[in-house]
């Protein structure tokens, strides 16, 4: 998976979880559903995205939690929309 992938897989999980600004979840929910070598990928992306504003970071007891930033909304869904074709094409 690129980059792009990865991003958009995160973003479709925390979007179908309405998982918006104070509404958070594990990381590990969202490396649910891609394959065991990737989850580092994922973990890295995310932590990229956070960098980028595009996510929120929670601190956990244990572990971190994520949600969307709803400031950014709009280059959330140009994300999504460039993921969701970039996997079309692959199929």
């Not at 994922?42 to 932590?47: G, Q």
Request: charged residues 35%.
């Amino acid at each position: 998976m690129n980059n792009i992938e990865l991003r958009y897989h995160i973003i479709k999980k925390l979007m179908r979880r309405n998982k918006w600004d104070h509404s958070h979840t594990s990381i590990e929910n969202v490396k649910k559903g891609v394959s065991s070598h990737l989850r580092g990928d994922v973990l890295d992306e995310a932590e990229r995205m956070i960098v980028d504003g595009l996510l929120f970071s929670k601190p956990s007891t244990k572990e971190l939690h994520i949600s969307l930033n709803s400031a950014m909304k709009f280059e959330i869904e140009r994300v999504y929309e460039q993921g969701r074709l970039a996997t079309k094409e692959k199929k």
